[in-house]
Nanobody
Framework: QVQLVESGGGLVQAGGSLRLSCTAS????????MGWFRQAPGKSREFVAI????????NYANSVKGRFTVSRDNSKNMVYLQMNSLKPEDTAVYYC????????????????WGQGTQVTVSS
């Protein structure tokens, strides 16, 4: 069973950047689609991005398209989320997860989750 740990969150001003990391242990994630989700207070968990095992396919929520970039390094068992041009509405806890089902935008399609990392964007 894979364990996931997110890191890299913090407080940043609007327009700034952060790079989140998702470190896997216990098993390889190289065979999994990996997703990033976020959850703001009082809201449901929201799809952000997905990357396939070879990194040949990525997809993004419309709200982050053009600002966020997902990538992975299977040799390090890690997935990344580069977030640029951050907005206050990006404030949330960000999670990575391994995908087992469909549709990929649905959090119920994911199996293993990390504990999340807080991202706060000030205006």
């Amino acid at each position: 069973q894979v364990q996931l740990v997110e890191s890299g969150g913090g407080l940043v001003q609007a327009g700034g950047s952060l790079r989140l990391s998702c470190t896997a242990s216990g098993s390889t994630i190289s065979y999994f689609d990996m997703g990033w989700f976020r959850q703001a207070p009082g809201k449901s968990r929201e799809f952000v991005a997905i990357i396939n095992p070879s990194a040949s396919y990525t997809n993004y929520a419309n709200s982050v398209k053009g600002r966020f970039t997902v990538s992975r390094d299977n040799s390090k068992n890690m997935v990344y989320l580069q977030m640029n041009s951050l907005k206050p509405e990006d404030t949330a806890v960000y999670y990575c997860a391994t995908r087992l089902g469909s549709p990929p935008e649905d959090a119920r399609s994911y199996d293993q989750w990390g504990q999340g990392t807080q991202v706060t964007v000030s205006s």
